[in-house]
């Protein structure tokens, strides 16, 4: 399974920006997609996480603030990132965690993509 991402980058504190992420490969039905961020010297945490149902899961962080979305059809989610803060600042990456048919889960990331907000 492969995620390549793209969308971020450089934007003002108050700004907007969307993640996109295509995961390609065999995608089994059981997954949930997300996003999760890393900034310098801390530890990876969760930004938000999306089932194929469409239930979603937000860090208190970013709610109200950041969307989560995905296309069943496309293996593919989104985050749509509004009033951004400096310490939104991190490199985000994106997620998927798949149950095959073996029940074993398997969790794939992608590379990763910068966001930085500018104060």
């Known amino acids: 399974v492969q995620l390549v991402e793209s969308g971020g980058g450089l934007v003002q504190a108050g700004g907007s920006l969307r993640l996109d992420c295509a995961a390609s490969?065999?995608?089994?039905?059981?997954?949930?997609m997300g996003w999760y961020r890393q900034a310098p010297g801390k530890q990876r945490e969760l930004v938000a996480t999306?089932?194929?149902?469409?239930?979603?899961n937000y860090a208190d962080s970013v709610k109200g603030r950041f969307t989560i979305s995905r296309d069943n059809a496309k293996n593919t989610v989104s985050l749509q990132m509004n009033s951004l803060k400096p310490e939104d600042t991190a490199v985000y990456y994106c997620?998927?965690?798949?149950?095959?048919?073996?029940?074993?889960?398997?969790?794939?990331w992608g590379q990763g993509t910068q966001v930085t907000v500018s104060s």
């Open positions: 997620k998927t965690e798949m149950i095959n048919y073996l029940n074993i889960v398997l969790n794939y």
């Open positions: 490969g065999t995608i089994y039905s059981r997954n949930t």
């Open positions: 999306v089932t194929r149902g469409g239930s979603t």
